[in-house]
């Protein structure tokens, strides 16, 4: 059962336009959602979250958009960097879990120059 | 401040052999998670600790692994013995309490078990 879901395994973006990642879940009771890029070889780094009590947050180039009614949020970087080509997951959490997060499969990023 | 330390960087081990990986934690940082990474997945929870107490071990294959949290600070996961599926990044985390901000992830273990 999977509760967090990335259908996009890999996106291709040219460098200086916008790149979109999408996640889908289906448990109501999250609460926080996070963005997280993984490089090779390395653990993942923690880029952008959003509480569920709002539906955009912006840090920079990254803007994170949480659409509650169709369980479905979305990062969008802009203008897309070629240092940005990594994999992206998306993951979530409640505070009735203890903040444990919940994975996606993750999607690989890569911006052509 | 320095980041979660892991070692080894990578391991190749024959099934039914032992296995050890270490995790220290940025300072101050209550909460440590170990988690498995296969390939193509996102990583899954094997156990969480919270000083040196377990919070949450409800994934961890208890009959092969094994994980201790030394003194609420260092910790180690062992696997005895490997098989073939446990071929994966392990990756140890740590948070200053809940981790609702996120976690601060180490550079992970690869195991490569043949």
């Known amino acids: 059962d999977q509760q967090v879901k990335q259908n996009s395994p890999s996106l291709s973006v040219q460098e200086g336009r916008i790149s979109i990642l999408n996640c889908d879940y289906t448990n109501s009771m999250f609460d926080y959602f996070l963005w997280y890029k993984k490089y090779p070889a390395e653990g993942p780094t923690f880029l952008i979250s959003i509480s569920s009590i709002k539906d955009k947050n912006e840090d920079g180039r990254f803007t994170v958009f949480l659409n509650k009614s169709a369980k479905h949020l979305s990062l969008h970087i802009v203008p897309s960097q070629p240092g940005d080509s990594a994999v992206y997951f998306c993951?979530?959490?409640?505070?009735?879990?203890?903040?444990?997060?919940?994975w996606g499969a993750g999607t690989k990023l890569i911006i052509k120059p | 401040e320095a980041g979660v330390a892991q070692s080894p960087r990578y391991k190749i081990i024959e099934k039914r052999q032992s296995v050890a990986f270490w995790c220290n934690p940025i300072?101050?940082?209550?909460?440590l998670y170990w988690y498995q990474q296969i390939l193509g997945q996102g990583p899954k929870l094997l156990i969480q600790?919270?000083?040196?107490?377990?919070?949450?071990d409800s994934q961890l294959p208890k009959d092969r692994f094994s994980a201790e949290r030394l003194k609420g600070v260092d910790s180690t996961l062992k696997i005895q013995p490997a098989k073939l599926e446990d071929s994966a990044v392990y990756l140890c985390?740590?948070?200053?309490?809940?981790?609702?901000?996120?976690?601060?992830f180490g550079s992970g273990t690869r195991l490569t078990v043949v």
């Open positions: 993951a979530a959490s409640a505070i009735a879990s203890n903040y444990q997060l919940i």
């Open positions: 985390a740590s948070s200053f309490s809940t981790g609702r901000d996120g976690y601060t």
């Open positions: 300072s101050g940082h209550a909460t």
């Open positions: 600790f919270q000083n040196n107490g377990v919070v949450d």
